[in-house]
């Protein structure tokens, strides 16, 4: 079973920036989908961006349009790590911050339709 463990979170002023990291336990990139998510209390948890595998080794990244031109997804193959760079950061974006992998194809949009989540870290935007 795959362990995710997120860590770079933390207090940032609106305009800063972020890197966010997400270290898997073992390979994670010949899966279907390696992803972002956020969560507000009271709120679902929310997509916000991810890489899907179109081949062997290429991926391509899809992002929520709140985050578009904003955050980057990338990945590190050599230390099985994915990150989310966040800039220009808004108080919005506050909200707990969490990596998952989806195995197989289909929509990566839910996040109950990914099968190994890590255990967040908080990202707080102040104004």
């Known amino acids: 079973q795959v362990q995710l463990v997120e860590s770079g979170g933390g207090l940032v002023q609106a305009g800063g920036s972020l890197r966010l990291s997400c270290a898997a336990s073992?390979?994670?990139?010949?899966?279907?989908?390696v992803g972002w998510f956020r969560q507000v209390p009271g709120q679902e948890r929310k997509f916000v961006a991810v890489?899907?595998?179109?081949?062997?080794?290429?991926?391509?990244?899809d992002y929520a349009d709140s985050v578009k031109g904003r955050f980057t997804i990338s990945r590190d193959n050599a230390k099985n790590t994915v990150y989310l760079q966040m800039n220009s950061l808004k108080p919005e974006d506050t909200a707990v911050y969490y990596c998952?992998?989806?195995?197989?194809?289909?929509?990566?949009?839910?996040?109950?339709?990914?099968?190994?989540w890590g255990q967040g870290t908080q990202v707080t935007v102040s104004s």
């Open positions: 998952a992998v989806k195995a197989r194809s289909g929509s990566y949009f839910h996040s109950t339709l990914y099968d190994y």
């Open positions: 073992e390979w994670i990139f010949s899966s279907y989908a």
């Open positions: 890489l899907i595998r179109s081949g062997e080794t290429t991926y391509y990244a």
